[in-house]
């Protein structure tokens, strides 16, 4: 139910998720939810946006792991090409749940402090990359936090232009600038 919450908040956002259509999406019993998600769909909306965080690191890994020969740039570029592609095969129906979370629920605590965890999930490990690369730890952190304000910020356009150009043209106009942060070999 959670994964189901997650892609159903990324494409409609919290809004227009109701747990009814969670239960149906996970094809649960509607009566599952109250018995998981005792404190109702705040508690559902914060278990989705963590999932969407942990999932989001574990992508670091994989693109990691499938880097021949791993640079700061060709790291961003392979976390833009999953979005290209998802949006170049499947059109522009889903986006970040957490960013989605976050606009919803901007006034609920909750939320809020879920979204700001998901994304520390995310960009730890973008850091550690990035470290692991050559650059300054120092630097680091600022530029992970660099590489995932961009991504969601292209996803964002994209999906309004209905066009992969802004995720496109943070990969090209990114890519030197993380790679000159490299100042020793990882």
Known sequence: MVFSAAQLIRRNGVTATGMRDVAAHARAPRGSLQ???PRGKEQLVNEAVAWAGRYAAKRVARFLSELPEPTPGRLFAAMVRQWTDEFTAGGFHGGCPV????VDCA??????DAAASA???WTR???EALAGMGVPAARAGSLATLMVSALEGAIVIA????????LTTVAEELTPLLDAAVTRRG
């Open 125 to 127: 490990p973008v850091a």
């Open 159 to 166: 999906r309004a232009e209905r066009d992969i150009r802004a």
């Open 119 to 121: 994304f520390g999930s």
């Open 35 to 37: 018995h998981y998600f």
């Open 99 to 102: 960013v989605a979370a976050t």
């Open 107 to 112: 006034d609920a605590d909750s939320v809020r």
